[in-house]
């Protein structure tokens, strides 16, 4: 896809998150691949309102090529594009039932949210929880480094989703599964909830490889 569009892309789904409220304030960033690089939001940007042409972009070493001062978050995009090659697109947003099930105490790492629907299963997959630091610190960056490479997504501690895709549809359409799955998680706790087994993921894993 050539960059103009890429850039349009990125601005349109910004505000198609910001309008349905998954993103707000100056919160989230989102991040494509490129012919000899790869864009990334400003930071301190508004997803909902941004300019195409301030976007900025970065050479694969993540150096700014231009545009306007980078996301805090982007060691972290970074670390997700050289442990994942595969991915060209990864979006990180505070959506609300995402970052609130991100703050409930003793939840599983390896499984944060377990298998409540199939569609969580075959969008989001294996989610790992990686522990807190601050936003734009480079621990964090290392800590999502160190799962990269076996999860897409991953969900940071008090903070929030990061999730990458094989296009920037893929992983916008991922990260709203994911907060709606969140959501849902958070409907059912305290009710006795019949999640999917072993066996049903597993299916659903041979039908749908991602
Ligand atoms: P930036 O404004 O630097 O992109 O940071 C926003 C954010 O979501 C931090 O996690």
């Not at 059912?188 to 066996?199: S, V």
Request: net charge negative; glycine share 8%; with cysteine.
């Amino acid at each position: 896809m050539n960059e103009v569009r890429l850039r349009e892309d990125m601005a349109q789904l910004g505000k198609s998150l910001y309008d349905r409220g998954l993103t707000f304030g100056s919160a989230g960033n989102i991040s494509a691949k490129c012919a000899d690089g790869w864009l990334l939001t400003p930071t301190n940007s508004c997803l909902g309102r941004l300019d195409p042409a301030r976007i900025s972009k970065l050479d694969p070493q993540g150096r700014l090529l231009s545009g306007d001062p980078p996301s805090k978050e982007s060691f972290l995009h970074l670390a997700m594009y050289e442990e994942r090659p595969q991915s060209a697109a990864v979006v990180h947003l505070h959506s609300t039932h995402s970052v609130a099930v991100s703050c409930l105490d003793g939840l599983d790492e390896h499984q944060p949210i377990p298998p409540i629907t199939a569609y969580y299963v075959m969008r989001v997959g294996d989610l790992a929880l990686v522990p807190y630091y601050p936003p734009g610190d480079k621990a964090l960056a290392d800590a999502v480094r160190a799962r990269a490479s076996k999860h897409h997504a991953v969900l940071l501690a008090n903070h929030g989703p990061v999730v990458a895709g094989n296009t920037l549809e893929a992983a916008v359409n991922a990260i709203e599964e994911l907060e709606e799955t969140a959501r849902l998680f958070l409907m059912l706790q305290g009710h006795r909830t019949r999640f999917l087994t072993g066996e049903q993921v597993a299916d659903l894993q041979r039908r749908y490889p991602s």
